[in-house]
């Protein structure tokens, strides 16, 4: 049995331990992790253990550093069943002592995101860049779009199981979608009658931290089969899918904005 933190090449299988000392993952052939492609970076970044928890750097490489498929901007502490993308690689975070079994979804997310992409030459990094807005543009001048989340749904999917959650235990799930890497997963327990607070109160069932959040921002209820989400007069309000609701019933892949929190909802 592995007694030690690992990550694992979703793609080849190969496993690599997670030292207290550090290991290293890019494209110069020192590194501990070597990537052949030039959109890694020749040191791109570090994976160590610190206090007995894996903790994930960007090395400022020049692409950035993808932890659950949002980049991260500063140094994350990682969990089992978490997943890194450099590039076109991705590698699943193993806890001491658990199977490698895991199966993640490693798919590329469609984007509507427009960018520009400088190839170097040689030996050099190729370089991507998203290029912004026309000046006096804002999200409102933008044509709306169907988004698809089904690549973050699957994602959720995957996390869940690999934490054994399921509907035995629970009526649904809401997953943070957050820039900076840490999609947190929130429980709905399963009964009878249920009813959830949401908002920035330590009081809450489930706290936002965000000067975006009223101290009781919405309440989920459970209505037989139903789950309903309902604005409790917040500040900021609350929008499903793009929309502005007051009160309204959510279904798996729904997408709930409150304040400045992305929730994606999935029911058992």
Known sequence: MNKSYRIKNIESGEEFQITDAGIMIGRDEECDVTLKSADVSRKHAV?????????????????????????????????????????????????????????????YLPSNDSFAVEEGDGDETSFHISYPKPPGWDQDDLPEFEKDNSGHLKLMEDLLRVRRISGESAAGAFMELSDKGRNEIHIIPKAAQVSLSLGRSRDCDITLEDHTISSHHATLSLEGKLIKLRDENSSNGMKVNGKRLSETAIKSGDEIHLGSFALLFKAF
């Open 47 to 107: 994976l160590k253990l610190q206090d007995n928890k894996p903790m994930l750097t960007d090395n400022a490489s020049t692409n950035g550093t993808m932890l659950n498929k949002w980049r991260i901007r500063e140094t994350e502490s990682l969990n089992h069943g978490d997943v890194i993308t450099i590039a076109e690689f991705s590698f699943v975070v193993i806890e001491p002592g658990a199977e490698a079994d895991l199966t993640i979804s490693h798919k």
